[in-house]
């Protein structure tokens, strides 16, 4: 009594003391996450439930990694014989560097870091990929699942497991342990999205003719 006022709590403090509504919502899918997805990290190493068909994971890893596309597709675009067949693989070109570029500002951003039971044996790694969020692997699966879907004439069982070849490798990256799963989901709308700026600014040789002129 008589003493001094209490002063009174910081902002912060306060709102440590009472969290809204969306900050306990995020929490609480942020933990669902993180346990969800331990408990998928079934291939995560050897010794893991599934620890024997981490080799063929890996496999998967690769046909999604963008190194392979990127090699591949400079390939086919040196060697075509085609015009129509240049003007897709180019921009093939241009969606796989678009989304190199995406997935790498993201990460540089969100900085969230690699599941803690992931082990650093990835193929060929930059230095955002100790990056979790979002998983380029996804992003790549959508984008290049959506463009193979949109500008080659396939059969319907080979658009089937172009479909099924997304969802294998994106699953693959949560029994890996290389992500969470918000991350794969992330990478799969980030992907989705990605194809239709490549739809939007589509190069041909009448809006990029110097390009073509490479060739």
Known sequence: ???????????????????????????????????????????????????????LM??????GHGIPWLLGTFYGLCHSDSSAAREVLLNLLFALLLDLMMVAVVKGLVKRPRPTHNKMDMFVTISVDKYSFPSGHATRAALVCRFVLRHLVLAVPLRVLVVLWALIVSISRVMLGRHNMTDVLFGLVLGYALYSVVEYCWLSPLNAPALFALW
């Not at 306060?14 to 929490?27: D, E, H, K, T, Y």
């Not at 890996?58 to 046909?63: G, L, M, P, Q």
């Open 1 to 55: 009594p008589g003493g001094p006022a209490a002063a009174p709590l910081p902002e912060e403090d306060c709102m440590r003391l009472n969290p809204s509504f969306v900050g306990i919502a995020l929490s609480s899918l942020l933990a669902i996450d993180l346990w969800a997805s331990k408990r998928l990290g079934v291939c995560a190493g050897e010794g893991s439930a599934w620890g024997s068909a981490r080799p």
């Open 58 to 63: 890996k496999v998967i890893e690769v046909s």
